[in-house]
């Protein structure tokens, strides 16, 4: 225990003390440690997310569609039909043009109204050698080809 000077009055007065004893002047207050411990964390409310909440919906469809966009390619060469599948693995079919045996376009009401439809290449290869490529730009376009490539090899 050590003595400290009053500040008020001058006096000889221990750390220990909370008040000097002779004029009463709070001297010896003990101020603890300070914690490295936070008081109150705060975030931000959800609220203030509201409108990006009710509108994430429409991202995951985006992305959906996007990729699944992506996962698909047709490539006609001059002797032959390949078809690109996948992101992560891929899968490739090739047709060689003077193989295929029918090419069968699908079009719903919508499909016709704004162009598109479902393709359906079948092969003379196998029983099940047939691939259906759906959702395409004007396909009827695309079967004219195939059968103009056809005729002319």
Known sequence: MALI???ECGGQVST????????GFPVGTKKAAPSN???LEIRPSWWAYFWLLVFAW??????????????ELLR?????????RGIFT???REFFIRDIRSID??????????????????TAATVEADETLCGLHDPKA??????????GA
């Open 5 to 7: 000077k009053c500040p």
């Open 16 to 23: 220990e003390a909370t008040t000097c004893p002779s004029c």
């Open 37 to 39: 411990k936070p008081l």
């Open 58 to 71: 429409l991202l995951i469809p985006l992305l959906i569609a996007w990729l699944r966009r992506q996962s």
């Open 76 to 84: 006609v060469y001059e002797d032959r039909v390949s078809v690109e």
């Open 90 to 92: 891929k899968c490739y």
């Open 105 to 122: 376009v699908d079009q719903g009401l919508w499909g016709r109204m704004v162009g598109i439809g479902d393709l359906t290449i079948s």
């Open 142 to 151: 695309i079967r004219d080809l195939l059968i103009a490539r056809r005729q």
